[in-house]
């Protein structure tokens, strides 16, 4: 028995000594992960900084310094600009480096050789968007710019002597987790990263839904829901700005307007209401007389987060803002002279072409009254644990061919297989770290005209000022001369007339510079009012932000930055004000309960505002997701629609202009609802849901108690990420917290003699979840707050702000 016992022990540490050091699936092998030695217990990082630290690093031509404020944010002072963006490099990856790996596998369709089979299918999508395509067409045209290319080079080797200097027990605790290593950095990673952004930007689309919606109304009803201009618009370009000059003439429309629909195929639909917000105010509007601009790109939050803070300075160059980590230069920033900042236009540049194939082995397609031979790529997807795919994606003169049909049973001899290319600006060599590097630079006015002409994609308001007090904004891109709705729907890939037919000339993309009323801005909307003479898209975010942002502007004098930080911060609802009283005509309160009057009473005396303590913005929230939700899923019901209801703001013009809409009625009963029904059905409905999920009306209904956030880890890993937080403000007020999505950077900038700039991360600058830096200004983002930005005019300037120092030589 004694003997039985031993040996059984033994097997058993013997099994678990083995199983310790092998990966389960996506576990990764315990014993490795859990060694004192090098598991994650050597990724804590104490939060106390050696004051003066030294390196050797090959490659330099000169001497670096590096001085680390109080949030560990990197103000980095070269002799060069290669060794500037050299150790840009070193840094942003001794902080983010797993980030960086993992943001351009994504993009290149990689992350299954390193996550697993489950992952395929998203690989395999990213190939098939031509994002490597794209990539390698963008790297060879940076690469053709002398300077660019230095600085890629340059930042691209930075990375390297970091992952060279990498111990196993010093990888970031992703890599641990994840039982891989990290590769070198390539320059087209820095492409992969821009396509990324593309996608993140202009990578969704509705022309699939919208044709199976042409083919389901009709013209007439498809044009009636879904209208080219809104009814409420306050554009980014003002109403009544001139064009000062000569248009091209407009293509013909295609014959055929709409092919027949491919519908096996699972379609990434755009989302409404995910934003960003940028202006400027002219001097004559501040108290120090000179411009201030502010920017709040609201993206997806995550940890780490999307942006890296750094001061960059060398003798020719001394700029501050944030990067993205893997690409050089500071994309949204200011110098001593001027500052900038980004939108997103949404412009209509990623179209959907039916392909003809000749038949199944589909090496010809019909365009243009003629077989045309198609071209392959053979992408090779690794995958951990299994052997690779080979998928061999066509391609036409289009583009890729993402989906293609297969002929399924019963189909006989003479069935066509069809596919679906795609024609995408990101497919076309382009060269935006051009724009950011002359911005960087940038010392007025004629150079934030020249960098733009350089910046193709995704197409971006860009907004400016400086200290000569000018202050401007450009919805800009390249952007596809098309005939008007080109790309609404589905466009027939055989026919020369659905092309592109060239590009809206630079200099006559819309932009104003210095107008009358003293400010410029952008939240997404319209780019200007029909009176452009061309097409940018059908389809933008609705107007409640830029209406919000543009009326406390009109009346703001001496203004300051915390006026700024206020207004980024802004929770009033434009939308509440519009639509409200109407909803309240409405209401039969001689049917209602108890529970519903009083309820009905808090909406009443609410004032509009989204904040966290407020209750009406829950009862309005709940309410107008069920009226909307009871007008339109009726008719949509179908799933080839994909739930791609009308607008909001086309909603809303059935609530206030069309209370006698046919739309109201629900067709699915024998009665005929009218508006009044609906919108007392949708109300009692509201309160009754929020009854069940949060008792009866009281504190338990705040806004902030419904309505959480949550700053999620890239893995998902819920001990990584922020937990749960109340926050105020919805996806239509200035401050668009919704669904995960938020302000990801707020900047506001005070131009003059001396630039002051302010912002703040949802988070931290470290990756490293064992850091103190990883969300330490988590918690002065989430009550609004700003942080003096501290820009160093060189190396040897005093500041007690200054905690650690790093010198750099070269070996």
């Known amino acids: 028995m004694k003997f039985i016992k031993a040996f059984s022990a033994i097997a058993f540490t013997l ?61 980095i002072f070269a002799e060069n600009e290669h060794d500037l963006y050299y150790a840009q490099g070193y840094i942003t990856a001794t902080d983010r480096l797993w980030q960086m790996d993992i943001q351009t596998r994504q993009a290149a369709g990689r992350l299954a050789e390193v996550l697993g089979p489950q992952l395929v299918e998203v690989d395999r999508y990213h190939r098939r968007m031509g994002m490597v395509f794209g990539a390698e067409k963008t790297l060879k045209a940076m690469m053709q710019e002398p300077a660019v290319r230095q ?30 290593a990290p590769e070198d950095w390539q320059p087209i990673n820095c492409a992969f990263l821009l396509k990324l952004m593309s996608e993140t930007l202009a990578g969704g689309s509705n022309e699939f839904a919208m044709s199976n919606i042409l083919k389901h109304f009709g013209p007439a009803t498809t044009n009636d829901l879904f209208p080219d201009y809104p009814m409420h618009e306050d554009p980014i370009i003002p ?84 990067s993205l980590p893997g690409s050089p230069c500071v994309i949204l920033g200011f110098n001593n002279n001027i500052s900038w900042g980004i939108t997103n236009v949404d412009a209509d540049v990623l179209d959907w072409y039916q392909i003809k194939f000749k038949d199944s082995k589909k090496e010809e397609y019909w365009y243009n009254n003629q077989w045309n031979k198609t071209n392959r790529r053979v992408e090779v997807i690794n995958i951990r644990g299994q052997a690779p795919l080979y998928d061999t994606v066509i391609y036409t003169h289009h583009g890729p061919v993402v989906y293609e049909s297969k002929a399924k049973k019963g189909d006989g001899p003479d069935f066509v297989p069809v596919g679906d290319a795609l024609r995408w600006i990101a497919h076309d060599e382009s060269d935006e770290l051009m724009t950011m590097y002359i911005l960087n630079k940038g010392k007025n006015y004629d150079d934030y005209r020249k960098a ?155 004032d509009k505002d989204f904040t966290i303590q407020s209750t009406g913005s829950t009862i309005l929230n709940t309410w107008w997701q069920k009226m909307y939700s009871m007008i339109w899923s009726d008719e949509f019901a179908d799933k080839s629609l994909q739930e791609n209801y009308p607008s909001v703001d086309r909603t809303e013009q059935l609530l206030l202009k069309e209370p006698d809409s046919k739309w109201f009625d629900n067709i699915k009963t024998p009665a005929k609802e009218t508006c009044a029904d609906i919108i007392n059905q949708s109300y009692k ?24 956030m949550e700053i999620m880890h890239l893995t998902r890993q819920e001990a990584f990420s922020s937990g749960n937080f109340p926050t105020g403000g919805t996806g239509s007020t200035v401050n668009a917290l919704n669904n995960g999505h938020g302000p990801s950077w707020r900047m506001v900038v005070q131009m003059g003699p001396k630039v002051k700039g302010y912002g703040i991360l949802p988070g931290g600058e470290s990756g490293n979840p064992g850091s103190f830096f990883y969300s330490d200004m988590l918690k002065a983002w989430q009550k609004g707050q700003l942080k003096e930005l501290l820009f160093l005019q060189s190396d040897d300037e005093m500041s007690d702000r200054i905690k650690s120092t790093l010198n750099i030589g070269s070996k």
């Open 151 to 180: 600085m890629i080079l340059a930042y691209t080797d930075g990375i390297n002597a970091y992952i060279h200097r990498l111990h196993p027990r010093q990888y970031p605790i992703e890599f641990k987790m994840l039982d891989y």
């Open 685 to 708: 409905a509201a309160i009754t849901e929020l009854v069940k999920q949060f008792g009866k009306p009281g504190k338990s209904w705040d806004w902030g108690n419904v309505k959480k």
């Open 452 to 606: 733009l002409t350089y910046f193709n994609a995704p197409a971006s308001n860009f907004v400016f000022a400086s200290k000569n007090n000018d202050i401007a904004i450009t919805p800009n891109g390249k952007y596809p001369l098309k005939y008007k709705d080109q790309g609404k729907f589905i466009l027939d890939g055989t026919d020369p007339a659905d092309d592109w037919h060239g590009w809206i000339p630079f200099d006559q993309n819309p932009t104003v510079k210095n107008p009358p009323r003293g400010f410029v801005s952008s939240a997404n909307q319209s780019s200007t009012d029909p009176s452009y003479p061309y097409y940018i898209n059908w389809s933008f975010a609705p107007y409640e932000r830029g209406k919000r942002i543009n009326d406390r502007l009109t009346v703001m004098q001496h203004a300051t930055i915390d006026s700024m930080r206020i207004l980024q911060t802004d929770t009033y609802s434009i939308r509440a004000q519009d639509i409200l009283p109407t909803m309240l005509k409405y209401v039969d309160v001689s049917k209602l309960d108890k529970t519903q009057l009083t309820a009905l009473n808090m909406l009443k005396t609410w």
């Open 15 to 75: 099994i678990l000594i083995w199983a310790l050091q092998r990966k389960f699936g996506p576990v990764p092998p315990i014993g490795n992960f859990l060694s004192p030695a090098d598991g994650f217990w050597q990724n804590a990082e104490s939060k106390n900084l050696l004051p003066t630290t030294h390196l050797m690093l090959p490659g330099l031509t000169g001497k670096v310094t590096v001085k680390y404020d109080e949030n560990r944010i990197p103000h």
């Open 239 to 322: 109403v009544g700005t001139k064009w000062d000059f000569k248009p091209l003439a407009i293509p013909q429309q295609s014959a055929s307007f709409l092919a027949q629909m491919n519908d096996s195929a699972k379609r990434v639909v755009k989302a409404e209401g995910i934003g960003s917000n940028n202006w400027a105010v002219s001097g004559s509007k501040t108290a120090n007389g000179y411009p201030i601009l502010a920017n709040d790109p609201h993206l997806n939050l995550t940890f780490p987060s999307i942006w890296y803070q750094v001061q960059l300075t060398a003798p020719s160059v001394n700029v501050y803002g944030v």
